[in-house]
């Protein structure tokens, strides 16, 4: 049985979740569920299919066939709106120039927590990531790795800032996962590394010996030198 609460003010639902977080946090409960609910919910679903303009893509879902997040579901998460894409503002006309059918609707406005994204199956067109993602408020970022969901922050406020903090800092990195049993603390630097240009077979051959983490925090600071501090 689902119970329903409504709440006109941020303050009101604040209170609520401070009284109620262990519905959200007890272990064998159904925390995620009722977070994905209450989601849905204060978008509304008629708002959601609007984003995700599911007149014309029949198949869009927020959920895969594996029950996991996709990018839609994400893009509600952590800017309120499901739409379809990651980059900044909408794309009215294709690569030839030409208009398109429909605007392909991506994140309008800077998030406050990032997204950061990796597919080792996607070879000669990556998914490009806005900046409105890659460089949201606070220095935390969720990072989709081969589908595989995770979380890298840095206690350093400064780091989207302050240009040159980014010259050497310090992410943390938690997947949720039992494999993980300790915490991941990466030391970022990112000043006057840069990874030499190679041929394009070349290029596929080294990003094979590059964990995929590394590479996608290189969607972000490129060439970044990543030491794993024995993590």
Not at 83 to 105: A, C, F, M, T
Not at 147 to 173: A, C, K, P
Not at 195 to 200: G, I, S
Request: with cysteine; proline share 3%.
């Amino acid at each position: 049985q689902l119970h329903i609460f409504e709440f006109k003010t941020i303050e009101e639902s604040k209170s609520f979740l401070k009284r109620n977080l262990n519905q959200f946090t007890k272990l064998n409960g159904c925390g995620c569920l009722l977070f994905l609910y209450s989601i849905i919910l204060s978008r509304s679903v008629t708002r959601i299919k609007q984003d995700m303009d599911v007149d014309i893509n029949k198949d869009v879902q927020l959920l895969n066939d594996y029950e996991g997040c996709t990018i839609p579901s994400i893009n509600l998460l952590l800017t309120g709106k499901a739409v379809q894409y990651v980059h900044n503002g909408d794309i009215i006309y294709d690569k030839r120039g030409e208009l398109l059918p429909k605007p392909l609707h991506g994140v309008q406005e800077r998030s406050s927590i990032g997204m950061l994204y990796w597919n080792k199956k996607e070879e000669d067109k990556r998914t490009e990531v806005g900046s409105m993602l890659k460089t949201p408020k606070h220095p935390i970022w969720l990072t989709v790795i081969n589908d595989q969901i995770g979380l890298i922050f840095s206690t350093n406020l400064d780091l989207i800032s302050d240009w040159r903090v980014e010259h050497r800092f310090m992410l943390y990195y938690y997947t949720g996962l039992l494999s993980q049993n300790q915490q991941t603390v990466l030391s970022i630097g990112n000043r006057n590394h840069r990874r030499p240009k190679t041929a394009r077979l070349a290029q596929r051959e080294d990003e094979k010996k590059i964990p995929p983490l590394e590479q996608c925090i290189c969607t972000k600071w490129f060439g970044a030198n990543i030491n794993w501090n024995g993590t």
